[in-house]
């Protein structure tokens, strides 16, 4: 059957075809920067991006956190007041009002002391969907404590860096 069926047709040599301009786009250089700002720490932190941020479907910047080992997220609406939406970041399985949130290194002050949700529990902590994640330059989540950051944050600290 093989021997019977005609041979394959070769290609006439003609004008080279010219195809379609491809562009390669990849997450390399974020993922240096990161890992940079990762080896120049003088504690144990994780480094997100903006290019890392970018990329992900997140409606907030705990959405984004969410994927650092050891930080969880969690929703108000289950206990300390708020909206349907991950907004509160704990760390090391603790209470989310012993993660201490800083923007460009200054403390956030947090206004859920003055709202009382349905089971009048208080919190200190901060709510995440107050900040988009086009604001962010990067997120530093740092796990240990530090002489130079200001005290609160048992758990550790979210410093986050805007444009």
Known sequence: LA??????ATPTPGA???????????IRASLERSLEAKRNADSVVEVITADDIGKLPDKNIADAVQRVPGVTISSAAGGEGGFDENDRVSMRGTNPSLTQTLINGHSVASGDWFVLDQVQTVGRSVS????PSELVSQVIVRKSATADLVEGGVAGNVDIITR
């Open 3 to 8: 021997q019977a069926a005609p041979p394959p």
């Open 128 to 131: 995440f969907t107050l900040l």
């Open 16 to 26: 080279p075809v010219q195809l379609e301009k491809v562009t390669v786009t990849g």
